[in-house]
């Protein structure tokens, strides 16, 4: 029997041959198929795996940072440098299309604060989303330079920015209560009020260090002590807007006549509480013989309490 056997493998061998041949190549095709696929896939897939990681990295970070002060974004930095050059150039035809309104009234308030500033330099924008797509809180910094004054005076500048029907950015000086009530919000952060700090430590420095510099903005005559929101630290002069003599020794329900800094303590180094702008009602609590005020007033249904310069109250209606 095994002769028989081994004669018939003898007779058959090459069929044997040949079907072992081809089961070795399916063998073969099969795993040089997966091999290619294993290979093939990650360079196939791997480009959008990464893809959506990165996307969600983006929208996580936009989401953690869209609160947070941007420094010069592209578009209103340009707005700001073409805002503060037609103000220095008296350019009022460039100002009209770069605010919301800009009437007679408008026109008479920068032409009386830019009347001793000779330019506008060194300017830096900071900014945090506004209410609708294309809005923007933003502080303008910038460096004053006044008529035979030495030393630029530092400067903060607060605006509400909206993009107008023509897709061009413009200042909404006329806010809504929406857009005043995030301001507010706003004004209360953390970095709002470490740049807010900042900047009245390089006014001080400014005015500490050139004597005409601080008698001409103590005089309140300058821009860097108008009504219309510049952040430039508390000065110490005695005027309204309108040049009037403010007295601030009453309490009860009085009015602030120009945007000032709330304070936790009785001094310019107080840890800053807010800012409240001009006509805002406020409650004085108490009235001290530093020249400051103990105040209450309420934001964004907060109440708060803090100290004001005596100076910038005056009877409210």
Do not use: H
């Amino acid at each position: 029997m095994l002769d028989n056997f081994r004669e018939w493998v003898s007779d058959n061998l090459r069929y044997i041959l040949l079907g072992l041949a081809g089961i070795l190549l399916l063998v073969i095709a099969f795993f040089a198929v997966r091999l290619i696929s294993s290979l093939g896939s990650p360079r196939e897939t791997e480009p959008e795996a990464v893809q959506v990681t990165e996307a969600s990295t983006e929208n996580e970070t936009a989401a953690s940072t869209d609160a947070r002060l941007v420094s010069d974004q592209a578009d209103i930095l340009e707005w700001a440098t073409q805002f503060y050059t037609a103000r220095a150039n008296k350019d009022y035809d460039t100002l009209a299309g770069l605010c919301e309104t800009f009437d007679e009234t408008a026109r008479a308030s920068v032409e009386a604060q830019d009347a001793l500033v000779e330019s506008y330099s060194n300017i830096m924008t900071y900014s945090k989303p506004g209410l609708t797509e294309g809005s923007y809180y933003v502080y303008v910094y910038f460096d004053a330079t006044l008529t035979d004054i030495a030393t630029p005076a530092p400067s903060l500048r607060e605006f509400y920015l909206i993009t107008n029907e023509e897709g061009n950015l413009v200042w909404a000086n006329n806010t809504s209560d929406e857009q005043q009530a995030l301001i507010e919000q706003y004004r209360t952060d953390d970095d709002v009020q470490a740049l807010v700090e900042d900047v009245n430590t390089k006014y001080q420095q400014a005015i500490d260090s050139d004597e005409a510099l601080k008698n001409l903005l103590e005089s309140g005559t300058s821009s860097g002590s108008t009504s219309e929101g510049d952040q430039t630290g508390e000065s110490e002069s005695g005027t309204t807007e309108d040049g009037s003599a403010v007295t601030g020794t009453q309490t009860g329900t009085m009015q602030t006549t120009t945007t000032v800094n709330v304070r936790g303590t009785p001094s310019a180094d107080g840890t800053l509480y807010g800012v409240v702008t001009t006509g805002t009602t406020v409650e004085v609590l108490e009235n001290l013989d530093s020249g400051w005020s103990q105040i209450r007033y309420t934001t964004n249904g907060t109440t708060i309490e803090g100290y004001v310069m005596t100076q910038y109250l005056t009877s409210a209606g």
